[in-house]
Nanobody
Framework: QVQLVESGGGLVQAGGSLGLSCAAS????????MGWFRQAPGKGREFLAA????????AYADSVKGRFTISRDNAKTSVFLQMNRLKPEDTAVYYC???????????????WGQGTQVIVSS
């Protein structure tokens, strides 16, 4: 079992940057694959980025590749999402998620945070 708490959301102008953090509880954090997702109003949840338990592998959605960077610090049981060159269409609630180390980085997540709002103004 792992509990996830996101932070770092807020209001930013288009073209700006924002960094999200996700703090995880539990002694087995280093064994989890971690991911970031988002959900815009009226839309389904969208995969953004993921990082393997040892940070050897990452995956990104095409919509954010080259703009967003995922990283993790197992010693601090945290995962991060650095978002650059933000666009109004990036406005959404952003969620941190965790899953076991096996399988696809893009799906199969069992644990979710409560989300943090990101608003990008034009």
């Amino acid at each position: 079992q792992v509990q996830l708490v996101e932070s770092g959301g807020g209001l930013v102008q288009a073209g700006g940057s924002l960094g999200l953090s996700c703090a995880a509880s539990g002694r087995t954090f280093s064994s989890y694959t971690m991911g970031w997702f988002r959900q815009a109003p009226g839309k389904g949840r969208e995969f953004l980025a993921a990082i393997s338990w040892n940070a050897d592998s990452t995956a990104y959605a095409d919509s954010v590749k080259g703009r967003f960077t995922i990283s993790r610090d197992n010693a601090k049981t945290s995962v991060f999402l650095q978002m650059n060159r933000l666009k109004p269409e990036d406005t959404a609630v952003y969620y941190c998620a965790a899953k076991g180390p096996l399988g696809s980085l893009r799906a199969g997540y069992s644990y979710w945070g409560q989300g943090t709002q990101v608003i990008v103004s034009s």
